[in-house]
C-alpha cells in the first residue's frame, strides 16, 4: 500500500516555542516530526509515500530528501493554494492511482499499529476505515461514535464536556478506498471532517472506526509538545532517536575502557527504581551528584539512567576485571529486585 504524508501544516501555536519552523519538522529525539512517521510507514511495509507540502515547502522537501537514506521513496506535491485535508489528498491522485492508500499526518507524534488498520480495512471492504484512539480527555479532538460493528454513525468535533459522548479519538489516520477519492472535487478546497466523510455517511458507504493500540499524540500547542518529549525520553512513546541522542561507537569503547565494565537493565520506570536504589544505599554511603556512586578502595560503582532509553547503565572501574564484572551483575541483581 501507498501513503500520503500531509506535511503542509505551519504550526501556528507552537510558535512559542518553535519560531517559524514547518510544523513537521519540529524536532522530537533528534529527528523532526515527520521522519519519525516516515519510518513507522517503513516499519508497517509502506516504503512508497508522497508528501503533501506548502508552508516552507522547500524546507520540508530538503529536510526528508527522496528518502533513500530511508529505504524509501519519497515524491512530493505542492499545494499553491491550501486544498484542505481531503483536497490535498485528491491533488495526490497521480501518485495513488486505483488503489487504496493510507493517509497520515506528518506532525503527529505516533507509533501505532498501522498493519492491523490495514488488515481490518481490506477485510470489511469499507470505503475509509479510521484509525481511533481512546483519550480519557478528548476535548481538543474530534470524536467518532461507533456502532457494535465498527461502523461510524456521527462524529462530535472538539466538544465541551456536556457534548462528550465517547472517548474515541479521530487521530486522521485514514485508509481510503479508490471510490472515496472519487468523491473528492478537484482543485478546490476540501475537507474530511466538515465535507468527505459526511457525503459518504448520507450516500450511506461504510466508515470503519478501528481503535488501535499503541501511542498518539496531536502536537499542536507548546503543552502536547512537551508531554511528547517527556513521553518518548520515558519509553512511553516508542521512537528511534536521533544520532544525537545515542551515544557513539567510540565513546561506548572509551567509557568500556575508562570504567571497566558496563551493562545496562531495561526496567519500567527508571526514576522510580533509582529511588529505591537510592534509599538502599543511603547507609554505604554513596554519592547522588551524577547518579549513584559507590566507591572504595579497590571499586568504582556507578548507576545512572540512560538518556536515550527507558534502561538503568551499571558501570564499575576496578584493577580485577573479574570483580568489576560480579560487581556489575550483583548490582543489576538488587535493581532487578527491587523492581519487583
Known sequence: MKAILLAGGQGTRLKAVTGDLPKPLVPLLGRPLAEHILR???????RSVCAAVRYRAEDVMEALGDGSRL??????RVEEQALGTA?????CADFIGDEDVLVISGDAACDMGLTELMERHRERGAAVTLALHRDASPLRFGLAVTDGEGAVRAFVEKPDWNRVVTDLVNTGIYILSPRAIAAIPEGRAYDFGKDLFPLLL??????LGVPVDGYWCDVGTPLSYYRCCVDALEGRLQLEPGESFMQSKEEAGQEMKDQGFVLDFPCRDRAALMGRLSQWMLELPADYEDGIRLRDARFD??????A???ALR?????????????????????????EA
Open 308 to 310: 536515550g532509553s527507558s
Open 301 to 306: 560503582l556507578h548507576i545512572c539512567p540512560e
Open 314 to 338: 551499571i558501570a564499575v572501574n576496578a584493577e580485577d576485571a573479574e570483580f568489576a564484572k560480579r560487581l556489575a551483575f550483583s548490582a543489576r541483581d538488587l535493581a532487578r529486585a527491587l
Open 202 to 207: 448520507r450516500k450511506g458507504e461504510l466508515l
Open 40 to 46: 513507522l510507514l517503513k516499519k508497517h511495509g509502506i
Open 71 to 76: 529505504g524509501m521513496r519519497i515524491t512530493y
Open 87 to 91: 483536497g490535498a489528498v485528491k491533488n
